[in-house]
Nanobody, 121 residues
């Protein structure tokens, strides 16, 4: 069994900062990619930022220069530091991982339960 558990969401004023964390646990052999997606009300889920096990990062254009994704590979944890938050960043943020389990060699997509980020004055 594998779980992704997020923390760190909340209410913040425009221009403020938040840091999200996501820890993967369970029967994990290896994690290739970890990162974040988000879904605003009435919109489709969209990529925010991903980081590979090798260290390369991929960001949505809307968050480049404001958000930073990082990983602690030893702890199977991914972080998202969000600076300069805007009201349009309001969404449920989902942790995402591509990983293999100890019971085989296949790769699977896993999602966290989501954490709400609200940017409002």
């Amino acid at each position: 069994q594998v779980q992704l558990v997020e923390s760190g969401g909340g209410l913040v004023q425009p221009g403020g900062s938040l840091r999200l964390s996501c820890a993967a646990s369970g029967s994990i052999r290896s994690i290739a990619t970890m990162g974040w997606y988000r879904q605003a009300p009435g919109k489709q889920r969209e990529l925010v930022a991903l980081k590979s096990s090798g260290g390369s990062a991929n960001y949505a254009d809307s968050v480049k220069g404001r958000f930073t994704v990082s990983r602690d590979n030893a702890q199977n944890t991914v972080y998202l530091l969000m600076d300069g938050l805007k009201p349009e960043d309001t969404a449920v943020y989902y942790c995402y991982a591509v990983l293999s389990r100890t019971d085989g060699s296949n790769w699977y997509n896993y999602w966290g339960q989501g954490t709400q980020v609200t940017v409002s004055s």
